[in-house]
């Protein structure tokens, strides 16, 4: 079956200017993870969905960074007014039965975020 | 809080040798799962070997082993019979079991470099 997709693949982007990533995850994966990879480093956590429970934010860097999951399927990541730092891979991952925490993570293949 | 930390950020190894990449990791709690995960130039995160911290056999998964010292907080990868094919960035990730806490906190990543 079709794996985790992300697009767009790559977004060139104007400081100050808003984008919107979006993930679509594996069908019938109830939990939803975005990452962000800065150049040659490990993954920061951002936002978690989990079923309808209310998302763990905890790791979105500041109110400028949001998200969405509608119907429990597709997610959106906005950034507003964006700026250089942001720049970045942002990774999306789902996996299957939320509380069965050995189930892996499956990654779609990111989307590359420059602002200029 | 849980951290992870690989302490090596570069490894090379000569095709069909083995090679051992570090992991250790910070936690409080008893029962977890740590990953190995795989990034190739294409982004995509690939699992590589779970082990849940309750079993005290390691995992395998054919040329791929772990070494689990729980006592240690130590979770090392050896890849045997090194191919050329798994060059790459990998990622050692810690999961903890509560709620809180279903994200995977990823170490820096080694790059491993494959020399034919």
Known sequence: GAGVSQSPSNKVTEKGKDVELRCDPIS?????????????????????????????????????????????SVSTLTIQRTQQ??????????????RDLSSPLHFGNGTRLTVT | AQTVTQSQPEMSVQEAETVTLSCTYDTSES???LFWYKQPPSRQMILVIR?????????????FSVNFQKAAKSFSLKISDSQLGDAAMYFCAYRSVSYAGNMLTFGGGTRLMVKP
């Open chain 2, 31 to 33: 029962d977890y799962y």
């Open chain 1, 28 to 72: 019938g994966h109830t939990a939803l993870y975005w990452y962000r990879q800065s150049l040659g480093q490990g993954l920061e956590f951002l936002i978690y969905f989990q079923g309808n429970s209310a998302p763990d934010k905890s790791g979105l860097p500041s109110d400028r960074f949001s998200a969405e999951r509608t119907g429990g």
């Open chain 1, 85 to 98: 730092e942001d720049s970045a891979v942002y990774l999306c991952a789902s996996s299957s039965q939320g």
């Open chain 2, 51 to 63: 082990q849940e911290a309750y079993k005290q056999q390691n995992a395998t998964e054919n040329r």
